[in-house]
C-alpha cells in the first residue's frame, strides 16, 4: 500500500481532462463518504468546465437530508435509464471498485464501451476500470478527493468542502476511530478553513434522528446476544422488525457500531433482511488497547471476504445469500471459530 504522488494525481486528472460529461456513481445504500464523495467530485468537474451527472441507486436517506442541499442527484430507474446516458462520455466510479456494490447498474457497467475510472480506498476490488486511484491507507475516499485536488489546485468551494469533512467524518466515526491520522486531521482542519462547520454538520447528521431510527436501535438493542465470552456482539433484524419500528432498511446504518461500547465486546456483526432475498451483514472490531488483557485484533475484512464481501479491517460488509437463520449460523461460526485462535 501506498499513498499516491503527485504524479499519480496528474496522470489520473490526465486521463479524465476530455471528458465533459462523465456519468458519477457509487454503491448502493449510500453513506456519508459515499455522498459525500459524489457532491465534491462534482463540484471539483465542474469547476473545471465538465457537466457531471452524479447518479444515486436510492433514494437519500433520512440521515444525510442535508445533502438535498446540494444539485439534485437523479436516481437510476426512476429519473434516469440507460437511454439517458448515451450523451455521457466517460463512468467515474467513487467509494467502490465491486460490482455487488453496483448491482442496480452492474449489467450496464460492464457492457458499456465507455472509459471507465475508479477512486477508493477499499481493499476490495473488482477489474471494473481501466484507471484507478486507489489508496488503501486514506480513511476515506474524501480524503483522496481533497488531496487530489490540492495537488492540482482546483477550487474547493463551500459545498465540496462540507461533503468532503462529512465523508472523512463519518468514515472516521467523527474522529475516534483508529484510522483518525495526521492527514485526516490536516485535511479536516484544511476543510474547515474552506467553510465546512463541524458543530453544524454534526448536528445535522446526528442529532436529528426519527423516532423510528431510535425504535430500530431499540429493538436491535433488546434483541443482542453477546457470545465467545462477550467477546461477539450479535444482532438480527428482520423485514418485520423494520416494519415495526416504522424505520426502512437505511435507518440500520451505525447501528452495528453500538455494541463496541460494550468493554469485553471486541467485534461486532449486524445482519439485515431485504426484499431482495439476500442478508445484509455488517461487521465491525475494535483494536486492542494498551493493557488490554485480550490482545484480539480481528480483521473483519477478512471474515467478509469469506461471503463474498471485504471493505476495511475494522469495517467491512457482505450480501449473502439464505435466510437470517442460516446466515446467522454460518456467521456466527465463522466469528466464533476465529476469535478461539
Known sequence: MSVPDAKAYRDAAAAMAKWRRPLLISHAKPDGDALGSLVAMQSLLR?????????????????????????????????????????????????????????????????????????????????????????????ATCLILHDWARVMGWPIDGDAAAAMFIGIAMDTGWFVHSNTDQRVLSASADLIDRGALPHELHQQLYQRETPARVRLL??????????????????????????????????????????????SVVASVLLVESERGLIRASFRSKPPTTGDGDGADLDVAEVARAFGGGGHKRAAGARIAGTLDEVRASVVETLVNVLSV
Open 47 to 139: 469547476s473545471g468546465g465538465a457537466a457531471p451527472v452524479a447518479l444515486l441507486f436510492d433514494a437519500i436517506p433520512d440521515r444525510y437530508a442535508l445533502f438535498q442541499q446540494y444539485p439534485a442527484m437523479p436516481i437510476w430507474e426512476s429519473d434516469v435509464h440507460a437511454s439517458d446516458l448515451a450523451a455521457c462520455d466517460g463512468v467515474i466510479a467513487l467509494d467502490t471498485c465491486t460490482y455487488s456494490q453496483l448491482d442496480p447498474i452492474a449489467e450496464w457497467l460492464r457492457a458499456t464501451d465507455l472509459p471507465k475510472f475508479a477512486i477508493d480506498h477499499h481493499i476490495t476490488r473488482d477489474d471494473l476500470a481501466d484507471h484507478y486511484l486507489i489508496d488503501e491507507t486514506a480513511a
Open 218 to 263: 431499540g429493538a436491535a438493542l433488546q434483541a443482542m446476544e453477546l457470545l465467545a465470552d462477550h467477546r461477539l456482539a450479535v444482532m438480527v433484524l428482520s423485514l418485520d422488525a423494520i416494519t415495526q419500528a416504522g424505520a426502512t432498511p437505511a435507518d440500520t446504518e451505525d447501528i452495528v457500531n453500538e455494541p463496541l461500547r460494550i468493554g
